[in-house]
């Protein structure tokens, strides 16, 4: 497995940069040129992704060592999938608020609450006590609801409220962030790698390495994005959010009440529409298990012995292959639609968990293949993602996107609380641990969720095959074949 983990890096490496300079030849570049020329523009885009990039480095340090930690501090497979556990119920719980602390403590401030929970957050996995790891769960899935959220509406409410740029605009950084993200996830698992196994430092040196970056982070926060205020002028009704303001409790009430009444906007756009629905199931089947997949690939490898964080960084080059194939499927040249790739990825999807659960057999474990479907399901994953986010941009209502996402979002983590439950009573009831009957249940269970979100999403374009909303711009005028 060593030996497989250091060419599978190399090849995927490869794959993407072949794929990225063909993807470059085929489809022309997506910012706006007006965009590209501006250097006010630039200017903010750069400071925006100081932060970001820093916030998302510090994020992805943390994957590949997770499992390993808690297995070096001698936990049981049971333990550890309660921590878990523990880490999306709060993200449950943090999901909510996490989109109504910005108009309470500002933007800026909450994208500062980042930095201290998840630092905190980092700074637990030097204690061995269960219960010490327990609250640093719980401040991850805190942590991760904010940067799911924070950052963004920073930035969109810089760019529209204050520096008045075009909405237009918005995509081009987040196009460029999102491919600095894979980047940074490959050679995150690089750098884990590095600290962990070649210095041997242990597994809770990236976590360590972490925390220097959220400092940095924080430091861009509240120096950079400071003088961006002050020279963009101040924030909207940023009195009224200050802490002792005689306003507080209006405006804690008015905070309280959008967030309320989006909640509600965003049911009621789930239920009457079935396109929104199929897609929301699609979503929470497919992403459920996901989690499921970040809590098993480590017990599954790692008694074979290979560097885990070159197994991280194989694992984010092939999602870094998907995307980059779905912009190749979906250029004017091969004219793919993303109903087809969402298609595609899920029964990708189905055929990794499928072969997962004949290669993970107790007493019959083969690493090489379940390795092949792990790279299999992250290929899958890059091609979904796009596609996913495509369809949700075109079915969903801007003004309700934030409430419908926040729908889709409970059913996601409720699922996969209640696998990992299922998959704590396989091991403490029939010992199953690794290579043990639990893990293979777990994979047969996530197949027939995969089948489910296969059959969702032939619905959906069943139900939508004429529907010019779900198709890219240039071809909605081909109706054949779709």
Excluded at 36 to 43: D, E, K, S, T
Excluded at 45 to 51: C, D, H
Excluded at 333 to 345: D, F, I, K, N
Excluded at 368 to 386: K, M, Q, R, T, W
Aim: aromatic share 12%.
């Amino acid at each position: 497995m060593l030996v497989t983990a250091y060419l599978a890096i190399i090849c995927l490496l490869a794959l993407c940069v072949g794929l990225d300079l063909t993807a470059r030849r085929l489809t022309p570049p997506q910012a706006a040129p007006t965009a590209v020329a501006n250097p006010a523009f630039r200017h903010f885009q750069s400071v925006f992704l100081r932060g970001y990039l820093l916030a998302l480095w510090a994020d992805w340090l943390q994957g590949p060592y997770l499992y390993k930690l808690y297995r070096h501090y001698s936990f049981l497979e049971s333990q550890i999938a309660i921590l878990y556990v523990c880490g999306l119920a709060s993200c449950v719980l943090f999901a909510p608020f996490s989109g109504w602390l910005p108009q309470v403590l500002g933007r800026r401030q909450t994208c500062l609450l980042f930095c201290l929970s998840y630092s905190a957050c980092c700074l637990t996995k030097l204690s061995r006590d269960y219960f010490v790891l327990i609250v640093g769960r719980v401040l991850g899935g805190l942590s991760t609801s904010l940067l799911a959220t924070t950052f963004e509406a920073w930035y969109v409410h810089r760019h529209v409220e204050v520096h008045d740029f075009p909405k237009e605009w918005i995509p081009t950084t987040f196009t460029t962030a999102a491919t600095w993200n894979h980047g940074l996830a490959v050679g995150a698992g690089l750098v884990a790698n590095l600290l962990a196994e070649w210095l041997h430092l242990g597994p809770v040196a990236p976590f360590l390495l972490a925390v220097p970056c959220l400092a940095c982070c924080a430091w861009v926060v509240l120096t950079n994005w400071g003088k961006e205020e002050a020279e963009g002028g101040p924030e909207v009704d940023k009195q009224t959010l200050l802490l002792g303001s005689p306003n507080v409790g209006v405006t804690h009430l008015s905070a309280k009440a959008r967030f309320s009444r989006s909640c509600h906007e965003g049911l009621r756009c789930l239920l009457s529409d079935r396109r929104v629905m199929l897609l929301g199931g699609v979503q929470a089947l497919f992403e459920s298990v996901l989690y499921i997949f970040v809590f098993l690939w480590t017990p599954v490898l790692d008694p074979h012995g290979p560097p885990l964080g070159i197994v991280f960084s194989c694992l984010m080059a092939a999602s870094m292959a998907g995307s980059l194939l779905y912009r190749l499927a979906t250029s004017t040249r091969y004219r793919l639609q993303p109903g087809h790739v969402l298609c595609l990825a899920v029964l990708m999807a189905f055929f990794s968990f499928f072969m997962l659960t004949f290669s993970t057999a107790p007493g019959q474990p083969r690493p090489h293949e379940s390795f092949l479907a792990f790279l299999l399901l992250e290929l899958a994953c890059g091609l979904y993602f796009p596609a996913v986010s495509f369809l949700q941009g075109r079915v969903i209502p801007e003004e309700k996107r934030a409430g419908v996402l926040a729908w889709f979002r409970l059913p996601l983590h409720l699922l996969a609380c209640l696998g990992l439950l299922a998959l704590h009573g396989e091991v403490s009831g029939t010992g199953g641990g690794e290579g043990g009957s639990g893990t293979r249940h777990m994979f047969g269970g996530c197949a027939v969720m995969m089948l489910a979100a296969l059959m969702a999403v032939v619905s959906l374009f069943t139900l939508g095959r004429n529907d010019t909303d779900l198709r890219l711009e240039g071809n909605r005028g081909e109706s054949d074949g779709y």
